[in-house]
């Protein structure tokens, strides 16, 4: 059986209104102090480099260090957070509670993930973008399997090569069309945003955090409704 872009894209609006409760709570927690520091980081970037003395360089390099890092486990452990709320749904597995999610998330591989999955895609891209497009429908899968079948970083992009298999189109089209809209949807707030609160860092603060609110749920839970549609179809086609 092929994935059925259609059906999964209802069961992604299904799990996303069923789980919202959940979810959007979470987000607002996290990414209110994320925001905050992603606003922060951009004002200390916007330095000059030549102006600063070393205590003041040595501040910007932390800052650096420290924006990268919390947005890095933010993410990291919402995409966690979504994964245990989607398995709810589609698999009626009990959430555990966030603070058993704290300890035993994967951090340092998901990052690993996430690293390599970016820097691959961005280079596909800049390959005449047709190599990019199919290095996304292969791997874009790798971080909730490693997180789901508790593999290591090289299984996990193996892995979601081989649950793509035969679903690459549909992919392309479910999560590939939710990365453009999502992206464009971002650039239009960043943008209207600024244009209408200016560029402070409360104003900026603000629009990190709407960003963040409304665009990382979503792709998280599709990612994830779509890892465990794939998954009931190979058990299918075991079976």
């Known amino acids: 059986m092929r994935l059925a872009p259609a059906r999964t894209l209802r069961r992604i609006g299904e799990v996303y209104v069923e789980q919202a409760r959940f979810l959007l709570p979470v987000a607002l927690v996290l990414f209110v102090p994320l925001g905050f520091i992603e606003a922060w980081g951009e004002h200390a970037f916007e330095l000059e480099a030549d102006d600063l003395d070393a205590g003041q360089l040595a501040g910007l390099i932390v800052a650096v260090v ?30 555990p509670p966030i603070g058993r999610l704290l300890r035993t998330l994967p951090y340092g591989g998901l990052i690993v993930v996430d690293i390599l999955f970016s820097l691959g895609f961005a280079f596909g891209l800049v390959l005449l973008v047709v190599p990019g497009l199919i290095f996304f429908a292969r791997y874009v899968l790798a971080a909730p399997l490693l997180e789901l079948e508790h593999a290591g970083v090289r299984p996990a992009f193996r892995r979601s090569r ?53 665009i990382t749920p979503i792709w998280a839970v599709a990612v994830c409704v779509v890892t465990w549609r794939l998954l009931h179809l190979e058990r299918e086609a075991s079976a």
């Open 162 to 214: 081989e649950l793509a298999r035969g679903h690459k189109l549909a992919l392309l089209l479910l999560l590939g069309g939710l990365w453009l809209a999502t992206d464009l949807l971002s650039s239009v707030l960043g943008e209207g945003g600024a244009s209408t609160l200016g560029e402070s860092l409360t104003a900026d603060w603000a629009i990190a955090t709407v960003i963040e609110l409304l």
């Open 66 to 95: 420290v924006q990268v890092t919390t947005s890095s486990l933010g993410e990291v452990f919402y995409a966690g957070v979504v994964m245990s709320a989607v398995s709810e749904s589609m698999e009626g597995h009990r959430r």
